[in-house]
């Protein structure tokens, strides 16, 4: 919804200045914002006096608020109302809101009023607490980044624990609790169930496949939750686990996927052997071997020994962390060299 509303802002300047508005209200509800602290906000935002009047609530008292742009309390009127909004809560009217400008109002007022009635509303509404399943939700599927910390706080979790997302197909029992991070839930969504872990301590492969994600922090899990996806998508009889970090630069094919080179250690690693003569190499004896698709063949482009072009795979395989001329490690190696090798922003290649 955001980014249709960017669009249309795109088309109208006046349209910008009222999607600005409303996100900047839809924000202060967002990061749990209370009537003072909206107060002060809208006098900043309208850069004049604001106020705020709730008398419609016997049970919760009488709150009269005036507010500088400056965040002072301005108890005394100073100015005419220029613009003024009913705040209803269910259908009754329960206060009002208004700002008090001086001179020409401006042509974003009303908007800016009638987002402070609407505001005001849903704070002094009373609202239920999330359950750990909802803060669950949050914490891998969040809206934003403070979502993400106050689901950490609510489910007490340390946000730079590590963390691993495991997907599966709905076998819960695949899972032990002492594994599970803080208090945080299995969370099923498009008939997959994920669950954060600080760690693997069993795995059940025999009733269900499972995916496991790149490692992060609790504040980053979200971003790696495609790549658990990813990896149980790529699960079969013949291999019922598949771990993302197995799967390395083939992780940027995730759907949606926010993934980063950095993010993904074979290419960390890449860049750094790259970096140095020996590495660079290596790297060049793999990117022939993969060309040619044999020993022998890299080695007679390459006027070598095939046991010299097998050394060199051998301590580049060491570096990287994984057999570079296995079968099973070839479109592995291949997404490592593409995406290295690929063309920059700039349309320069990368350490060629």
């Keep these: ?75 005394t009127s100073q100015h005419p109302t220029s613009s003024r909004k009913d705040v209803i809560i269910d259908d009754v009217v329960v206060g009002t809101v208004w700002i008090e400008r001086t001179g020409t109002p401006l042509p974003l007022d009303d908007m800016l009023v009638d987002r402070m009635a609407l505001t005001a509303a849903y704070i002094l509404q009373p609202h239920r607490v999330l359950t750990d399943s909802e803060h669950s939700a949050n914490l891998l599927f969040p809206v934003d980044d403070m979502a993400v910390l106050t689901s950490c706080a609510a489910l007490g979790i340390d946000p730079g624990a590590p963390i691993r997302v495991l997907a ?42 499972i995916g496991i994600s790149l490692p992060g922090t609790a504040a980053t899990a979200h971003l790696y939750v495609g790549t658990a996806r990813f990896a149980y998508s790529l699960t079969s009889d013949e291999q019922p686990i598949v771990d993302a970090t197995d799967l390395g630069a083939l992780n940027l094919l995730a759907v949606n996927s926010e993934l980063a080179q950095e993010d993904i250690p074979d290419l960390v690693r890449v860049r750094e052997l790259a970096a140095t003569d020996a590495g660079a190499e290596l790297l060049a004896t793999l990117r022939v071997y993969l060309r040619s698709g044999t020993l022998r063949g890299a080695a007679y482009q390459l006027h070598l020994h095939h046991s010299s072009v097998a050394h060199r795979l051998a301590k580049l ?19 490592m060299m593409m995406v290295h090798c690929s063309r920059t922003p700039t349309g320069q290649l990368n350490n060629r």
């Design 168 to 209: 599966h197909g709905g076998k819960s029992d695949l899972i032990p609790l002492s594994a599970t991070t803080g208090r945080a839930l299995a969370v099923t969504l498009d008939d997959l169930v994920f669950v954060p872990v600080t760690t693997i301590l069993r795995l059940s492969p025999a009733d269900a496949n």
């Design 1 to 75: 919804m955001q980014g249709l509303m960017y669009r249309l802002a795109e088309l109208d300047a006046d349209s910008a200045g009222l999607v600005r508005v409303i996100d900047y209200f839809d924000a202060l509800i967002r990061h749990g914002a209370d009537t003072a602290t909206m107060m002060r906000a809208s006098a900043a935002l309208a850069d004049c006096v604001v106020g705020m009047d709730i008398s419609g609530r016997p049970a919760a008292g009488h709150e009269h608020t005036r507010c500088s742009p400056h965040g002072r309390l301005s108890p």
């Design 317 to 335: 395989s060491h570096h990287l962390g994984f057999t570079v001329d296995s079968i099973e490690n070839r479109s592995r190696a291949e997404a």
